[in-house]
């Protein structure tokens, strides 16, 4: 007798998440068809199943199987669909009689014993679950805390396609998983084993990071070896201000995707940090493959993306990041479709003067010759560095220093007065949609909100002329003039606070090397 069963799950492609119908349709016959658009894990899972089910007690039929996977245009990707599958056969060869499958969501791998395996994207799955009002969504054991992390959903996280049997055909009944959200996340949000207070000396450069934190500007870092880059820059997570709530939850999506969620666990509480290597390819930063997958741009999403070594990165992968810096996100087109990414970072990076790296050193002798600096600082591009707001120029640090037992001043503290500064601009910023923070001001804002006096414009003309400053300085010098004022809690731009800013502008010195201004 010809049976036609359906049970609900969801494909994931970017951050898109669409419900998907799982229809198995059984009829005479010896043959398996697989109709919907899947990917090679998906048409595996076929052999997955038939040993999963023979070793949980049951069989795959020999019966004319055809699993149709409704939307049939839309690519499916991945081993999540294995579970809804297994059931959806059991219950239309009538090896199990089911309540209702219309309201309940099934994701998971089947491993060929039966146990039902993670998989990737389970929390923009659970959120589309609630979305189109599914009662429950039954997940693998290891990603229930990740769903479970959406309220107003029955998540239930099952250890074996037998459980899950149990589950739909009432013969046991399970509690679903509750987790209090903002409990958990409050309590991981200050985590961080790095802090400013290990850090001696170099006053200057961590004002400079101050300033980049409290108003989201991009940074670059310009010293020697061994004078402390890398040590501040992987500190700076612990003076930018908390994630909230929908910044964690947008954060912690984009590694669902990307399956670098560790398992257990939940809502990504402190902002992301990431350093790829300088050999990284265009596809790894920006994202893309064949399944277009997040980047480092994305996975550093409401955190910090940081370019150790910047003139050692291909020109090619660091050209791409022109687009991301401006836009704020990233879209990945393929022949048959695209993804869009979020991409809103901080972009900090560091190099070294010159290629010996002890240009300006007054503990080493500089080896390099004008034309050898100029060509190793070409390699960044103008495009490129008009998106950096602040360059700021590092020395190494004297002894007396290093081997003071006076700590610096502790993380917290600078949290404090970033805070404040950059809850200022989200009171100036309430009614411009998109914009969060000075870094992100368009030309009308800048003259809005960070126009000088009559003083303040004569000193921008006379250092722009005495430094040689690019005309691409102007606004950016601005913008983090006023980022300056609002840690000085000033109404407006004040001649010391555009002077600090200028500072902050050393690569766009068109003479420096020859002038020796490092």
């Not at 959406?150 to 239930?156: D, G, I, M, P």
Request: aromatic share 6%.
């Amino acid at each position: 007798m010809p049976m036609i069963v359906k049970t609900y799950t969801a494909a994931v492609n970017g951050l898109v998440v669409t419900p998907v119908t799982v229809e198995v349709s059984v009829q005479p016959g010896v043959l398996f068809h697989f109709t919907g658009l899947g990917d090679k894990a998906v048409h595996e899972g076929r052999d997955r199943i038939a040993a999963a089910l023979l070793n949980s007690g049951y069989k795959l039929p020999t019966a004319d199987i055809t699993v149709n996977l409704a939307p049939a245009d839309l690519p499916k990707e991945g081993s999540g669909f294995d579970l809804p599958i297994a059931i959806g056969i059991l219950a239309a060869t009538g090896q199990i009689a089911p309540m209702s499958l219309e309201t309940v969501m099934l994701v998971g791998e089947l491993s060929l014993d039966g146990q039902i395996q993670p998989v990737r994207g389970i929390l923009p799955v659970a959120i589309k679950a609630r979305a189109n009002q599914y009662r429950s969504l039954v997940v693998p054991e290891e990603n229930v805390r990740e769903a479970a992390i959406v309220n107003r959903l029955e998540v239930y996280g099952l250890h074996s396609l037998m459980d899950v049997v149990a589950f739909v055909t009432g013969a046991k009944i399970f509690e679903p998983t509750v987790i209090d959200t903002r409990k958990e996340f409050y309590e991981h949000q200050y985590q961080s084993d790095l802090d400013y207070a290990d850090v001696r000396g170099q006053e200057s450069v961590k004002r400079a990071l101050e300033v980049a934190a409290a108003g989201g500007h991009n940074l670059i870092m310009i010293g020697p070896p061994g004078s402390g880059k890398s040590m501040m820059a992987k500190r700076l997570p612990s003076i930018l201000p908390p994630l909230s709530l929908s910044e964690s939850l947008e954060t912690t999506q984009i590694h669902s995707v990307a399956g670098l969620l560790p398992a257990g666990s939940s809502l990504i509480a402190s902002r992301p940090f990431r350093s790829p290597h300088h050999t990284i390819s265009e596809a790894a930063l920006v994202g893309g493959g064949n399944t277009p997958m997040p980047g480092e741009i994305s996975l550093a999403h409401n955190g910090v993306l940081f370019c150790d070594e910047l003139p050692e990165f291909n020109k090619h992968t660091l050209e791409v990041l022109r687009q991301p810096l401006e836009d704020r996100e990233v879209t990945i087109a393929r022949v048959k479709y695209s993804v869009t990414y979020p991409s809103s970072f901080m972009f900090v990076a560091s190099m070294n003067p010159c290629p010996c790296g002890y240009y300006g050193d007054p503990t080493h002798h500089c080896v390099c010759s004008p034309g050898q600096i100029q060509r190793y600082l070409n390699k960044i591009s103008g495009p490129l560095l008009d998106r950096i707001d602040i360059q700021c120029n590092i020395t190494p640090v004297p002894f007396k220093d290093i081997s003071s037992a006076q700590p610096g001043e502790p993380s917290a503290k600078i949290r404090e007065r970033v805070i404040k500064a950059r809850e200022i601009q989200t009171s100036r910023f309430a009614n411009e949609p998109h914009i969060h923070c000075n870094a992100q001001m368009t030309e009308r804002m800048i003259h809005e909100y960070a126009e000088p006096d009559e003083a303040g414009i004569e000193m921008l003309r006379s250092a722009m002329e005495r430094l040689s400053l690019s005309a691409r300085a102007y606004s950016r010098i601005l913008k983090v003039a006023r980022t300056i004022a609002d840690l000085a809690g000033s109404d407006r731009v004040q001649i010391e606070h555009l002077a600090e800013a200028i500072s902050y502008r050393q690569l766009d010195r068109g003479d420096w090397a020859e002038r020796g201004l490092y």
